[in-house]
């Protein structure tokens, strides 16, 4: 069964700092991977999605990678800032039971401070 | 820019009652999705459908069911709802059929609805 893991669950930074969020499955046989942004009270949107043949993604100040053998997936942003503060999720996506679905992670949650 | 839009953002029922959580999207999208989302355990799948009167059930359909009686609309029923409902619940759809392929696009959320069975 495939479990996607999160860590740090919390995580907080001063303004200006690089930082890593780390993401972890333990299934190597996903389609791709995919980082999601939600803020309190709001839905996910879509920040990266890293297809299993590639191995990074690049948006702005975000930066994805995927390791498929390792089962390992990090999120890398440079140079917060506050308006980064939100909690950020993984999900790996998989067919299984005659579909293809995403399997999330719990997220890590990120405060920026000023 | 795709909009799902949930019915309520917040809701309060009591155990028992029959509760009804309506989404919609505008943007012809062939598949609709609903999680529930509660602390420590990320987002879980209950239903999702990928054409109108088609439903599949996910990883945790018990207690739930699901309609799709019109392309942009999927609602989610509590038949009997009881205090262990009491989550977030959050609606999504996609443009690409989910029960074959690789199914590489992505999904877009709707803010959720905060239900809170009492």
């Known amino acids: 069964k495939q479990e996607v893991t999160q860590i740090p669950a919390a995580l907080s930074v001063p303004e200006g700092e690089n930082l890593v969020l780390n993401c972890s499955f333990t299934?190597?046989?996903?389609?791709?991977l995919q980082w999601f942004r939600q803020d309190p009270g709001k839905g996910l949107t879509s920040l990266l999605l890293?297809?299993?043949?590639?191995r990074e993604q690049t948006s702005g100040r975000l930066n994805a990678s995927l390791d498929k053998s390792s089962g390992r997936s990090t999120l890398y942003i440079a140079a917060s800032q506050p308006g980064d503060s939100a909690t950020y999720l993984c999900a790996a996506r998989r067919f299984s039971g005659g579909y293809n679905k995403l399997i999330f992670g719990a997220g890590t949650r990120l405060a920026v401070h000023p | 820019d795709v909009k799902v839009t949930q019915s309520s953002r917040y809701l309060v029922k009591r155990t028992g009652e029959k509760v009804f959580l309506e989404c919609v999207q505008d943007?012809?999208?062939?598949?609709m999705f609903w999680y529930r989302q509660d602390p420590g355990l990320g987002l879980r799948l209950i239903y999702f459908?990928?054409?109108?009167?088609m439903k599949e059930k996910g990883d945790i359909p018990e207690g739930y069911s699901v309609s799709r009686e019109k392309k942009e609309r999927f609602s989610l029923i509590l038949e009997s709802a009881s205090t262990n409902q009491t989550s977030m619940y959050l609606c999504?759809?996609?443009?690409?059929?989910?029960?074959w392929g690789t199914g590489t696009d992505t999904q877009y959320f709707g803010p959720g609805t905060r239900l809170t069975v009492l």
């Open positions: 890293i297809q299993s043949s590639q």
């Open positions: 943007m012809d999208h062939e598949n």
């Open positions: 299934d190597s046989a996903i389609y791709n």
């Open positions: 999504a759809s996609s443009i690409t059929p989910s029960q």
């Open positions: 459908s990928y054409d109108v009167k």
